[in-house]
């Protein structure tokens, strides 16, 4: 065995072919992770989904080469013959062939060291992240060339041998993508069983986990089930040809003569890949074990004061909502397991099918739990239920937007149903005395807390020592005595959110004069803690905008910002893992640091936003042009704040949210109207992190952080900072200049006299010259801009080139030197 795997270790050594799977790996690995996924300009530190989910579609063009140059060789020089007159087993030759592949993967693999050396450089990456994707991607590699080489043993053309194996290896990464799977069930829907067989022998769900940071026992195992059985049919086939002297007999490959058939090991393999699938078991790899539960909430849970009961309600999948609902629901009870088994029998989990069980059913008419049906099918059911007693949290659809929380979310649940107490919010607010179908117990947002707290309107002469959380929306006129009453709450340890609006579009949404919310000013207790909104000003953002839909067409609003997963904390369990939100016409909060308070914000614009009054968007200048004109770049917004005591722990928190119409609009609106009740509206899953955040338990605020926190690239803004320091100064000049010509010429507009001519053509004389400066400073600020991006692309085309093409060359080089001393030694023993 030794002696076979120096051979093939000596003879790859030597090979081209060596030398260019290297180059071609490398090359094809770092164009997929620096150009087409962006790997810088995503901003994250883990490149799980930006270099290693590209693997195995670079192994299924590669792998084949290797395994067509293992038997290749073999055939061409007669190898075949020297090995049957040898007393060797054709098991240890099939183990050498895969220990040569082995080593050029794990060589390829190392060629593209130099692409993490530059991610360490630009941030810090989870090492164990690394380490697992590196193992993924071995042991996919591994899967493929044996399969390939399986192939390779049956055919002795080249090309005939490459396009199978590619064919094959691309076949079966496909199986495992969510829309092939979609497609088969929305064209026959009681095919479910064959998407999850499909899946189960796919290459792309096992190596999916692998590459997350997750090893688990049936990609291990499905791995090495993979290999096995490439393994047993390149032996079975190279014993079958050695027995019948080069030519391959139909009858004898059947025969149970050289082990288990094809016909049977195929199968074997796929029931069994099929079980496995199912086993449970991991083990996390990652850095902040965002698989794991951490000590402090296993011990909440294992000391609940009463017990609890978990229900899923799951139907068969349905069309409509494809694979993912699946794969949602295999993840949910991968989480329940874990949170079962903490628990120490504290907490039972059940999975209900109502489509079979009536008791069930009737359950789910009863909890209201959503029921979808399209085309006359058998309506499809996902909702679950945690309750304890006389306590419950209904989750009324579990929709796999929601994915990333649903850990926290049941940890939480339970943890809110086994305690005697439920958090009490109050709504401090004008809509509080409406009796019709706007007032608050209709609004959809209200509806989503009432889910998990007991939500009530608020009156500021009520009693509030029962209250734990106030909702202040809006409040129009504050007196001082109410100010000083909000102060003690916090001071007390409750918490308030309070939403103020610069520019309130509620008298829009409700059509009548008599609910307009004017312009508030920030409040008493707000302005002392060093927290303010400029009254009538509002935030105009080039970058962040929503495209909507009017008479005119299809037009772009930057006033209403659709903010993304730059303008958020990632860092914090409020707002990490977020897409994107809607913040309507929001107001920037001004935030000067004060002794003893913690500011912290949540979210902001983007750098090219601008902070102007709202009445100069209703004088027929468009936001577009106050965009062009005026903004300056560098400056960030804050559109969310978190404050806390920094010298009483036991003091409350206040988050300040610059917009009420996030609240009512951008929150599915009214339940009566055309709202939807979703619990993966964004705007909504906010909502909920903040309250459960404030009124959650503390254990558990890191556990949504840890799970989808992101790593950014620092280093990487560093050098665009860098590079875009010196052009700070010029372009703010400029965009004064601009300003400043701006506002000359409308003053000159104003003074415009057409009964006296000679005046009025000094008057457009002067405008005329203003102009001519208004459009050369415009002219000079696209020019600073334009060669600021310029200076930051190219030292992004550096970093990008500089890694892609750094490898390939070297081993190119590398190659051309080995290849010539080897051709130098064979000359000179001849």
Known sequence: MIVLIKRELHSWCFSPVLFAHCILFSLFSLISMFLLSGFIESGESDIGHTFFKWHPWIFAFTAPVIGIRSWSEEHRCGMFEVLGTQPIRMLHVVLAKMAGALFVIVLSLICTLPAIFTVFWLGTPDIGMLFSGYMGSI???LALVGLSQAICTFMKGSIGAYVCAASLSVILILMGINGIADVILATFPALQWMTNLLSSISILPMYETLYLGRLTLASSLGFFLLIILSITLSTRALLSLRSNQKQYNLSSLKSFTYGIPAFLSIPIFIITAFFINKLPGYIDLTQDNRFSLPQAVADELSSLERPATVRLFSTANHSEFGFDLFRYSQKLKEAMALIEEKSNGNIIFKELDPSINQKAAKMVALEQIKSFSIDNEDPMVFGLVVE???KKRVFDFLNPNRERYILSDLIQAVLDVTR?????IGLLT?????????SLPNWSAIQLLNHRFNVSALNEKDNWSSIDIIVLMQ???????????LSLFIENGGDIITLIDPYSLMYEMFDGADLTLQSATTPNFITERGLRVPANKQVIDGLLRTDMTNANGRESNPAILTLGQEQFNATHSITSGFDYVHFPYVGAIESKAIDGFHNEVLITSSDQALLIPVESTRIGRSAEDNITNNTTSGIFYPLMVLQSNLKN?????LVVISDIDWLHASIAGNVTGDAVLDAGNSNGALLLNLVDFLAGDPVLQGL????????PLNGWSEIREAQSTPYIQPITQASSQIRQLTQQLEKLGAHRNYSDPVANKAIEQEVAQLRIQLKEQRLMLASLRGQREADV????NIIKWGNILFSPIFMLVIGFITIYIRENKIRAGE
Not at 430 to 438: A, H, M, T
Not at 704 to 711: G, K
Not at 793 to 796: E, I, P, R
């Open 139 to 141: 042991l996919c590699g």
């Open 388 to 390: 304890s007693l006389d």
């Open 420 to 424: 005697s107490n439920k958090t009490q």
């Open 430 to 438: 004008p809509f509080s005395k409406r009796n019709d179908e706007l």
């Open 475 to 485: 409040w129009p006129e504050m007196d001082q005595a109410l100010s000083n009453k």
């Open 649 to 653: 722990k036991n003091a409350g928190r």
């Open 704 to 711: 949504r952080t840890r799970s989808v926190s992101r790593r």
């Open 793 to 796: 692309k190219q030292q992004l």
